[in-house]
């Protein structure tokens, strides 16, 4: 029997009529042959409410216990879930991330999935039964209950999905795929018919929040196909998968922006082996995500260094660099708050030429000034100031034509 | 490590200032040297609100994916719990019925308990922890979640107290004790001091809410000395133990009433072997629960037959003896609605005569007239009109001296 995952995030399984809506769906697959594993969220508000719940009475709680708590959200709306489609005529059962032996470590609220066992939903699909699997948690080597944190059921899926061998992983959400741009500022962009996982894992990085990169991690190494997809409209989304060389004709396939960045700079740094070794290091002790690092050497003796980091992390970073300013002698720190990044992404920046100069052209011709660039192999990212960025994501959307779809521009 | 079994259920820990009312009694406990075991309910009315939400979806759901459900309402008190406890400076952890092997049969929504692994929760009590242990749920041997039924998390805390070889398990809830009587009927109802588990089990069985016969029944069978107290007030409350000689001098220890019952009678019933075991295995399947059975014989051929039912089952009862009724070729079939059974119940009646008397003597006086009588070694119970049961009991009562504690009683 061929097998498909769907996973079902909060806000399509909120109320009575939102799970009876996503029962349909998984009985019309159910109708077309296949064996439904269906992964879901708790339901709507409810996680945030056990979070007040807890907080009333445990302004730190421990974690282990925050796991414990949390993880009935899901709980109750799998066996929900089960009941609407009995209701319906279908056999279904509902299983606990502990049932189905989602082995994790022990790091309680961003645990990471060990083994699963995947003989018990086999059983159940061989009994004609629809299964139906808490996503977000798992069970460690002692039976205590774990979550997997951010994006935990997106990843609960894409990893059932690999276990079981499904044909797909199908991702329910209140969006109907994956963009070139966020709609909400390029009012053109087009949904994409395909994308590939690395091209996925730099656009979730880089500001797209349709996906966790984790799931996409995911199923990049176990090649599962991901269907990114709306659970409110019967429209085909966003395949996420492996790349194709047909995927290559196609320059830029999207364009992202990230707000709230901060970019912090180290002046005058001794230019000897092992001090940037050492900055980061006290940077990653006090866990704060640095990304584009920027290193220019001054003189033989000096350096300058510089990183961007989120907001939320800009205090926990300017803590670090100063503890650690003497020990490299470094003449001054700066900060320089309200940037943004925009970046445009696309596997076939490897084979193209020319992209950077596009993207900085357009950019120039807007009078967007470019505080710095960094590139990977398929991404170029670009620190603008912040009230700058929208024009900037609209400028470099119109110049590699984002507003088309990418099979439009692999013909042109 | 002397071990103290506590349980709080749903009223008692509603909202979050009763949860840390109950935390600041577990504490004191455990600040007077015990190791302390915490047994929780569901909060309040989060168990109505699970059953509400699965009624909509389905108005006959499965009753494994029930147990799945409901147990989430205990799971998410424990966790809260074990973090009100962490915040006011104490270590806790927290355990589902699963996590602490409560292995029961597979009958969902009413298991039976099979075993208990006491090895994990003496490991943490060792550790110097307070164990906080979801009540009313286990797991069967294919960890399939199931809750116990009714006086499911009082069953939960009775057998743990055995299997942890505690000293007593409290049982903390919204009246303070077990009283001679309903104090709403009759006012002047006394606390008892102690009662023994066989007078226990029958003031349960016959109308006294305080406490499920069943986890009585655990208690009588592994001996655990069982004390119910108000979770609001410090009173010292009522003790469930095993028989002691002063217990005896008290002839009557309490009385009941259980109203809404009903009676059926067969007249004229094929007075021939076999048939009484027809009618009631007939019954039996019908899952109704009978009492007061009472079968005379009217000539060598014939008998009348005549038992009490609940008025819930009083309609699955009358299908039943319908079916049957040409088969033991009975003439007729009465019912009658709307009768109460009185009943007063104490382990002196088997070495004092003349309690019927009196009993019957007080409702003469009163002018209750008595439908039927029934007795066990320890209880005497008459059904009379429901609209004089009340009476009934206040005149038996005061027969017997209830408003006084068995101590003064006992005196005379």
């Known amino acids: 029997m061929k097998i498909i995952v769907q996973k079902y995030g909060g806000t399509s399984v909120a109320d009575a009529q939102k799970i009876r809506r996503a029962a349909r769906r998984?009985?019309?697959?159910?109708?077309?042959?296949?064996?439904?594993?269906?992964?879901?969220?708790?339901?709507?508000?409810?996680?945030?409410?056990?979070?007040?719940?807890?907080?009333?009475?445990?302004?730190?709680?421990?974690?282990?216990?925050?796991?414990?708590?949390?993880?009935?959200?899901?709980?109750?709306?799998?066996?929900?879930?089960?009941?609407?489609?009995?209701?319906?005529?279908?056999?279904?059962i509902s299983f606990t991330g502990g049932q189905i032996r989602m082995l994790t470590d022990s790091s309680h609220t961003k645990a990471r999935i060990k083994s699963i066992g995947a003989e018990r939903i086999h059983k159940q699909l061989d009994k004609g039964k629809i299964v139906i699997v808490a996503g977000f948690q798992g069970i460690d080597k002692d039976e205590n209950i774990t979550t997997l944190g951010r994006g935990g059921s997106d990843t609960t899926a894409v990893a059932l999905a690999a276990a079981l061998g499904a044909e797909e992983c199908e991702i329910y959400t209140d969006v109907d795929g994956v963009y070139t741009a966020d709609p909400r500022i390029f009012k053109n962009a087009a949904k994409m018919d395909e994308i590939s996982y690395n091209e996925m894992l730099e656009m979730a990085s880089f500001g797209a929040g349709v996906m966790h990169p984790r799931s996409v991690e995911f199923g990049k190494k176990y090649d599962v196909k991901i269907h990114v997809r709306s659970s409110s409209e019967e429209t085909e989304g966003t395949i996420i998968t492996h790349e194709v060389p047909r995927m290559e004709g196609v320059i830029v396939s999207g364009a992202t922006i990230q707000k709230d960045m901060a970019?912090?700079?180290?002046?005058?740094?001794?230019?000897?082996?092992?001090?940037?070794?050492?900055?980061?290091?006290?940077?990653?002790?006090?866990?704060?995500?640095?990304?584009?690092?920027?290193?220019?050497?001054?003189?033989?003796?000096?350096?300058?260094?510089?990183?961007?980091?989120?907001?939320?992390?800009?205090?926990?970073?300017?803590?670090?660099?100063?503890?650690?300013?003497?020990?490299?002698?470094?003449?001054?720190?700066?900060?320089?708050?309200?940037?943004?990044?925009?970046?445009?992404?696309?596997?076939?920046?490897?084979?193209?030429?020319?992209?950077?100069?596009?993207?900085?052209?357009?950019?120039?011709?807007?009078?967007?000034?470019?505080?710095?660039?960094?590139?990977?192999?398929?991404?170029?990212?670009?620190?603008?100031?912040?009230?700058?960025?929208?024009?900037?994501?609209?400028?470099?959307?119109?110049?590699?034509?984002?507003?088309?779809?990418?099979?439009?521009?692999?013909?042109?």
Chains 1, 2 share one sequence.
């Open 26 to 92: 998984v009985i019309k697959a159910v109708e077309n042959g296949f064996g439904v594993v269906v992964v879901a969220s708790a339901r709507g508000k409810q996680t945030d409410q056990l979070i007040a719940d807890a907080l009333e009475l445990n302004p730190n709680p421990p974690k282990r216990e925050m796991d414990q708590l949390l993880s009935t959200g899901e709980q109750q709306t799998v066996s929900l879930f089960a009941m609407a489609l009995e209701a319906m005529g279908h056999d279904a």
């Open 263 to 412: 970019k912090i700079g180290l002046v005058g740094v001794d230019n000897i082996p092992g001090n940037a070794a050492k900055i980061f290091a006290h940077l990653a002790r006090a866990k704060v995500i640095v990304d584009d690092i920027i290193q220019t050497e001054v003189s033989p003796e000096k350096a300058n260094l510089s990183f961007v980091v989120s907001g939320s992390d800009l205090n926990a970073a300017k803590k670090a660099v100063e503890t650690i300013k003497d020990e490299v002698n470094c003449d001054r720190i700066f900060v320089r708050e309200d940037i943004a990044e925009v970046s445009v992404i696309g596997i076939g920046m490897r084979t193209h030429y020319g992209v950077a100069e596009k993207m900085f052209g357009a950019l120039a011709e807007a009078k967007v000034n470019i505080d710095s660039i960094t590139t990977s192999e398929i991404r170029i990212s670009c620190a603008v100031d912040e009230d700058q960025a929208e024009k900037a994501l609209n400028v470099v959307c119109a110049a590699f034509e984002l507003d088309k779809s990418s099979q439009q521009r692999s013909k042109s």
